[in-house]
């Protein structure tokens, strides 16, 4: 089992749609969680930590649910501009602070 | 815009070249990273430096050398590398790399072929 799994997409959906992207951990002790975006040929960004119980930023809201070790990412009134690939990014801390291990990636395309 | 830089863009070498890769992070951070991204495949952690020392080493076959000169610089250096080795070469630095909470900052990248 891998130690970060994402929804394998690709997502394909129209301007102004709501999408929501999943992804699970393998490892309880995991401490932190985030979102990078990932645009073509380009480097990762990051798009948002999610710390507790979540959190949101704009259209974008992130959910940590540490009892079934899997976090979301929702995206309301999808843009243009949205279409990337989405990046699971979890770090267990510790030790192994400097090892964050990546999910594959989910590819959303919005369209007109 | 990015405060991490890498060169060069895009490299193309021969199996028995030898060649460097170069990162340099403006943000003060005390951390740097390689990545190696291959189509298809989630981004691998290859080498983690803190504060100048190398304190990951993720397996990564003797071919790929880094050096870490100062807590802004870091050089990834290739040599006798195999066609499998052709992929988005990323470096990345982050506060100081001990904490759970620290956040990745990356360069542009650099395409590697290797034929």
């Known amino acids: 089992r891998k130690e970060v799994e994402q929804d394998p997409g690709p997502f394909n959906v129209p301007e102004g749609a709501t999408v929501a992207f999943n992804c699970t951990y393998s490892n309880s002790a995991s401490q932190s969680f985030f979102w990078y975006r990932q645009d073509c040929r380009k480097e990762p960004k990051l798009l948002m930590s999610?710390?507790?119980s979540g959190n949101e930023d704009g259209r974008f809201t992130a959910q940590l649910n540490r009892a079934s070790q899997y976090i979301s990412l929702l995206i309301r009134d999808s843009k243009l501009s949205d279409s990337a690939t989405y990046l699971c990014?979890?770090?267990?801390?510790?030790?192994?602070?400097?090892?964050?291990?990546f999910g594959d990636g989910t590819t959303l395309t919005v369209k007109p | 815009e990015t405060g991490v830089t890498q060169t060069p863009r895009h490299l193309v070498m021969g199996m028995t070249n030898k060649k460097s890769l170069k990162c340099e992070q403006h943000l003060g951070h005390n951390a740097m990273y390689w990545y190696k991204q291959s189509a298809k495949k989630p981004l691998e952690l290859m080498f983690v430096y803190s504060l100048e020392e190398r304190v990951e080493n993720n397996s990564v076959p003797s071919r790929f050398s880094p050096e870490c000169p100062n807590s802004s610089h870091l050089f990834l250096h290739l040599h006798t590398l195999q066609p499998e080795d052709s992929a988005l070469y990323l470096c990345?630095?982050?506060?100081?790399?001990?904490?759970?909470?620290?956040?990745?900052?990356f360069g542009s990248g650099t395409q590697l072929s290797v034929l």
């Open positions: 999610v710390y507790s």
């Open positions: 990345a630095s982050s506060q100081d790399g001990q904490g759970a909470r620290e956040k990745l900052f």
């Open positions: 990014v979890v770090n267990i801390g510790g030790t192994n602070a400097g090892k964050s291990t």
